[in-house]
C-alpha cells in the first residue's frame, strides 16, 4: 500500500518561512515525479512545483525565485522550502506522487495536505 504523509504546515508572518516535507511509503515499488500542489478556500487546486526522478525542476510563476522544491530517491522524500511567504501562499499544500515499478503504468498518488497560514 502506497501512502504518501505531508508535514511541516504551520503559521508564519508574511516574509517568513517554512519548510515542508513528503514521504512517501511505497515498498519496493519506485517514486517518479513528485509534485506539491496547493489549494486555496473557494479556489482549484494548483500545481505549484515538480521534480523529476532525475532531479529536473519546474515551478508555477507565482513561486518562482521564493520557493525550492528538492528529493531525496534514496528516503522516498520531497522537500518544499518556501521563503519570502505572502499572504497569497495561504493554502493546504498537497504532496503528490507517480509510482509503480521499472516499468509499465505508474499510478497516481496524493498527501492528506496540510495547512500553510501566512498572516500578520
Known amino acids: 500500500q502506497v501512502q504518501l504523509v505531508e508535514s511541516g504546515g504551520g503559521s508564519v508572518q508574511p516574509g517568513g518561512s517554512l519548510r515542508l516535507s513528503c514521504s512517501a511509503s511505497?515498498?519496493?515499488?519506485?517514486?517518479?515525479?513528485m509534485r506539491w500542489y496547493r489549494q486555496a478556500p473557494g479556489k482549484q487546486r494548483d500545481l505549484v512545483a515538480d521534480?523529476?526522478?532525475?532531479?529536473?525542476?519546474d515551478y508555477s510563476d507565482a513561486v518562482k525565485g521564493r520557493f525550492t522544491i528538492a528529493r531525496d530517491n534514496t528516503e522516498n522524500t520531497v522537500l518544499l522550502q518556501m521563503n519570502n511567504l505572502k499572504s497569497e501562499d495561504t493554502a493546504v499544500y498537497y504532496c503528490?506522487?507517480?509510482?509503480?515499478?521499472?516499468?509499465?503504468?505508474?499510478?497516481?498518488?496524493w498527501g492528506q495536505g496540510t495547512q500553510v497560514t501566512v498572516s500578520s
Open positions: 511505497v515498498s519496493n515499488l519506485r517514486v517518479y515525479t
Open positions: 521534480i523529476s526522478r532525475a532531479g529536473k525542476v
Open positions: 503528490n506522487a507517480d509510482v509503480g515499478g521499472r516499468i509499465g503504468p505508474l499510478t497516481n498518488y
